[in-house]
Structures are given as C-alpha cells and as structure tokens.
C-alpha cells in the first residue's frame, strides 16, 4: 500500500511555470507505475502524462506534449510535474496516481492511490 501527499500549483499568469511534487510513503515506491491527472469543472477526470516505475517510459497527453515534464526520484520516493508555458486551459485539479505495475499505465481505472488533489489556476 502507498499514500500519496501532493505539495505545489497554485495561481499563475498565462505563460508561466508551477511545479508539482507527491510524495509517497512506503519503501516500495519504485515498484509503482504512476501518473498525473487533471479535472477541470464540469469534465471528467484526464491523463496529463504517465511514468513508468523506472522512469524509463514516458506518456504525454497531446495537450502538453512539448509542455509539461513528467519526473520521478525513487531515492526520494517523489514524484514531479513541471509545468511551463502554461495556458488558462490548464486549469484544473490536479492528482498524482499510483498502481503496481512493471510497464507504464494510461487506463485511469486501473490507478488504485489517489493523491489529495491540488489546484491549478492559470490567468489569462
């Protein structure tokens, strides 16, 4: 089992960065595959982007490609979102995830831990 605590977002102008951290507890943090999802009011749940539990994979949504980095330390048991040029569509919760698994996951059904959820608000 994994606990997930997320640090970071906030309020920024159209155009610039935030950086979210989660936190996991547990020593087993590297046998994770893990994500971020975002939702916005009135839409469902969306994969922004997937690591795989080494961090050798990568998964991008078409919406941030080129944007967003998705980042894991397992010696820190942390996962990281760097957001930059960011845009007022961007705006949403956003949640960290968790599932075991040996490859990478897209299928938010299969994440099983939840983050607490931390806002994203970008200003245009």
């Known amino acids: 089992q994994v606990q997930l605590r997320q640090s970071g977002g906030g309020l920024v102008q159209a155009g610039g960065s935030l950086r979210l951290s989660c936190a996991a507890s547990?020593?087993?943090?590297?046998?994770?595959?893990m994500a971020w999802f975002r939702q916005a009011p009135g839409k469902e749940r969306e994969i922004v982007a997937a690591?795989?539990?080494?961090?050798?994979?990568?998964y991008y949504a078409d919406s941030v490609k080129g944007r967003f980095t998705i980042s894991r330390d397992n010696a820190k048991n942390t996962l990281y979102l760097q957001m930059n040029s960011l845009k007022p569509e961007d705006t949403a919760v956003y949640y960290c995830?968790?599932?075991?698994?040996?490859?990478?996951?897209?299928?938010?059904?299969?994440?099983?831990?939840w983050g607490q959820g931390t806002q994203v608000t970008v200003s245009s």
């Open positions: 690591i795989s539990r080494s961090g050798g994979s990568t």
């Open positions: 547990g020593r087993t943090f590297s046998s994770y595959a």
């Open positions: 995830a968790a599932v075991k698994s040996f490859t990478i996951v897209v299928v938010t059904r299969l994440y099983n831990y």
